[in-house]
């Protein structure tokens, strides 16, 4: 079948594979095993029960931070940090009622308080509608529901990162698929829309902008690009303050795409633009300040010493970097359910050797001036530029509580960016006749890493 006809058939598949995939994973995992999935969910319960959002607090050794029916499930489930889970379905030996029938909802004891609070409430005003659905249901059955919002989201990131894809890669619709089907099936992003948390949102918000990134590349960058891409970078803000820092990346297809001597539209679209996002960033502040007393999400761990810089790198340097190693490369793809359980080694060395391959492969891109190295090169900026600046916020965060904080989940956002340069760079690297023969196994490598991944996960938790 030719690449042009049935254009629809590609994106279709990969929706329809985002869909069956988050559906599984989500089902997979047991209530409350996803990382923070807790604190998540009372956000969400405490909007549609009490129709208010939680203040910050750091979370409580004793776990009494969530409401009593999530502390009553989570004994239940066997659930814990640090650990296996225990209990299978239904739930272990002679269960306790979480949820009596004769309680009404309005009179379900709520926590006025929440380590996730700190957050924009928009993503877990999503998920009220998924939440009243089953609002009398046991509240394993409303988490269920609740998880379906980051599985649409899911969904939808899928099919941004096609069209990232299409026009990063010279609108070449098997690299394209073969870009959404890596972030479809990326193992951490697949955990993440799996459960209860804002990460969903913010992964979702990023493919739409690398989409509009790439296509403002590829077309040059009108007016109504600066509105969608301020938009878009003021949408994953709003999920997670980490999201502006897709901010300046704007300025390079502003710069790639000039007219010569066209000074004064350049300095239009990069005052429209920071005009909207620092409007949309004022507004969510002002909003935190509000409905919860304070301006961006506070740090949960106590702080023990103040440190500085030289000794953020001093510990980097003792550990020999390997810091950086998990961050990037494990903590990235294959550190699951609150760290408890990981991929072997090996797969992790295999994937930063596919991160090598993949350099070397843009670099012969370049060498050879094939017509998708502009994208190529501007997506290793992009994962270059986020990169650094979240590092520089662990370093950051380090200074406030002298433990490293940041986890590769907050890397996530740069998926659509890695997916063009792993694709992109793989395919370079191969003769030009080979290039569906290599799209096709970068899918099934990405499918074979994610039910992996899967299977590890589950002889971890029921094994």
């Not at 492969?361 to 986020?386: D, H, K």
Request: net charge positive.
């Amino acid at each position: 079948m030719g690449e042009g006809r049935l254009p629809w058939l590609l994106p279709g598949t990969i929706l329809a594979l985002a869909l069956v995939k988050g559906l599984v994973w989500t089902l997979a995992l047991p209530p409350w095993y996803g990382p923070d999935e807790p604190s998540h969910f009372a956000y969400v319960q405490m909007l549609a029960v009490e129709g208010r959002v939680p203040h910050f607090a750091a979370p409580r050794d004793d776990g009494r931070d969530v409401p009593a029916d999530i502390q009553c499930s989570e004994h239940n489930m066997g659930f814990r940090l640090n650990g296996p889970f225990f209990a299978e379905p239904p739930f272990g030996p002679d269960p306790a009622r979480c949820d009596q029938p004769d309680t009404p909802v309005t009179q379900r004891p709520e926590v006025p308080t929440s380590s996730s609070a700190g957050y924009s409430p928009l993503y877990y005003a999503a998920g009220v509608p998924f939440y009243d659905l089953v609002r009398n249901a046991p509240v394993e059955t409303r988490l269920q529901a609740v998880r379906l919002l980051s599985v649409l989201l899911g969904v939808a990131a899928a099919g941004f990162a096609y069209l990232a894809g299409f026009w990063a890669l010279d609108h070449r619709r098997v690299l394209a698929a073969a870009a959404a089907a890596v972030v479809t099936l990326q193992p951490m992003a697949s955990q993440q829309f799996a459960i209860v948390n804002n990460d969903a949102l913010l992964i979702t918000a990023g493919a739409a902008f690398f989409w509009r990134f790439f296509r403002a590349l590829r077309i040059g960058m009108g007016l109504g690009d600066t509105v969608w891409m301020a938009a878009l970078v003021g949408l994953a803000y709003l999920a997670k303050p980490q999201g502006a820092f897709l901010a300046p990346l704007v300025l390079i297809p502003l710069w790639l795409t000039r007219r010569e001597h066209a000074w004064r539209p350049l300095l239009l679209r990069a005052a429209v633009f920071a005009a909207i996002l620092g409007g949309v960033v004022v507004l969510g502040i002002v909003a935190n300040l509000i409905l919860q007393g304070q301006a961006v999400p506070q740090v949960a761990q106590p702080v023990t010493r103040a440190l500085g810089l030289r000794a953020y790198v001093h510990e980097l340097i003792h550990d020999q970097f390997t810091h950086l190693y998990w961050l990037l490369v494990v903590s990235a793809w294959g550190h699951f359910v609150w760290v408890s359980a990981a991929l072997p080694p090996p797969t992790f060395t295999v994937i930063f050797a596919v991160y090598l391959l993949a350099l070397a492969g843009v670099i012969r891109a370049a060498l050879s001036r094939r017509p998708e190295v502009t994208a190529m090169v501007s997506a290793l900026v992009s994962v270059l530029v986020v990169g650094a600046l979240l590092i520089g916020l662990e370093a950051l965060l380090f200074r406030k509580s002298g433990t490293f904080i940041l986890q590769g989940r907050s890397f996530l956002e740069l998926l659509p960016a890695v997916a063009v340069v792993i694709v992109g760079g793989l395919v370079a690297v191969l003769p030009r006749r080979c290039e569906r023969a290599g799209a096709a196994a970068i899918t099934l490598a990405a499918l074979a890493l994610n039910i992996f991944s899967l299977m590890v996960l589950l002889e971890t938790l029921f094994g």
